[in-house]
């Protein structure tokens, strides 16, 4: 027989567990008789905007996620090897098939890669071949080429980041110059020619028309110190562009950063304190940009832009895309 301390615990869990089960059904009970209101869906009506209930930080990690999950790289199925992200701002999908990349608008019209066919001082260059290692980390692949070349993806909204890391200086070739600059060459795969812009600092690709679809710009290169470097384009044939880097007195590793991203818009008549893009308007491949101080006395759609008399008139640009172009309608 069980001693009586034992029994009396027993007995005040049996009567506890009642007592739990009893309160359950009330409160069952009780929400079947008021059932609480849905909760409140809130309408967010700008993009710094914080939904109630959570912290900016939280708002802020949960917007990070999701974007980072709109633009992660995925494996192509039946292509081993494969890969491909997609970009919602820019509209395009970028296959990597393990030589370089390719993109192409949702729209078609065009297609558009670049492939790393080497790198080194002069005319003296190391080929680039064989097949890379290959890590993803959500918006984020690279090409492993060898101990000195690695090649990096970021997708993201501002479009492709397209990067190269050099972990050590190559060795220059017998008879190289000292003055010779560190070049990458570049092989352009796809529908689109490049042309070095005026400055040298970025390369347009332009379609058979000759309208600009992209630009690959935004060239910054630094070194281990956080130095900035010298560096430009040049260009060498419709299928190749050099990338010319000055590292003389750098500190290795090197890090080479372009992005391509499509044409910006640009108005018919710009000019100084203009306000172009100080209000903009999307929707889907249409977009209105004011400039609320452009002096025109035009007035209506397309009028006259030559007679700049009305100073602060102000005027509105109507852009739309077609195959992942965009032109200036009105």
Do not use: C
Not at 9 to 21: D, G, M, Q, T, Y
Request: charged letters at 15%.
């Amino acid at each position: 027989m069980k001693p009586l301390s034992v029994r009396r615990r027993a007995l005040s869990v049996v009567l506890l567990s009642a007592v739990l089960s009893e309160l359950a059904v009330t409160q069952w009970a009780r929400a079947e008789a008021h059932p609480r209101p849905p909760g409140r869906l809130q309408q967010l009506t700008a993009p710094d905007q914080v939904p109630d209930g959570l912290a900016q930080s939280d708002w802020q990690s949960i917007r990070a996620a999701y974007e980072a999950g709109r633009h992660a790289f995925q494996p192509i199925t039946g292509e081993p090897g494969g890969w491909q992200a997609e970009n919602p701002g820019q509209q395009w999908l970028t296959t990597f098939d393990g030589r370089g990349f390719l993109a192409k608008p949702q729209s078609g019209g065009w297609t558009w890669g670049l492939t790393l066919q080497s790198y080194g001082f002069g005319d003296q260059q190391q080929a680039i071949g064989g097949t890379p290692g290959v890590r993803t980390t959500g918006p984020r692949l690279a090409y492993h080429w060898n101990a000195t070349v690695q090649e990096w993806f970021v997708n993201d909204q501002r479009g492709l980041e397209h990067g190269f890391t050099l972990s050590a200086r190559p060795a220059p070739a017998a008879g190289a110059a000292s003055a010779d600059l560190l070049a990458l060459h570049l092989s352009v795969r796809g529908t689109l020619r490049p042309r070095v812009s005026a400055d040298a600092q970025g390369v347009e690709f332009h379609d058979a028309t000759g309208a600009t679809v992209l630009t690959y710009a935004g060239l910054l290169v630094w070194d281990a110190n956080g130095t900035a470097l010298p560096a430009h384009f040049a260009a060498s044939g419709e299928q190749m562009v050099r990338l010319l880097v000055d590292e003389r007195g750098a500190r290795y590793p090197l890090t080479i950063d372009p992005i391509a991203q499509q044409a910006y818009l640009k108005a018919s008549n710009t000019g100084a304190n203009d306000q172009f893009g100080r209000s903009v308007a999307v929707a889907g491949d249409t977009v209105v940009v004011g400039a609320l101080g452009e002096a025109s006395a035009a007035t209506g759609v397309n009028g006259t832009q030559a007679d700049n008399t009305a100073g602060g008139a102000g005027a509105a640009y109507v852009f739309t895309r077609s195959a992942g172009v965009w032109t200036q309608q009105a």
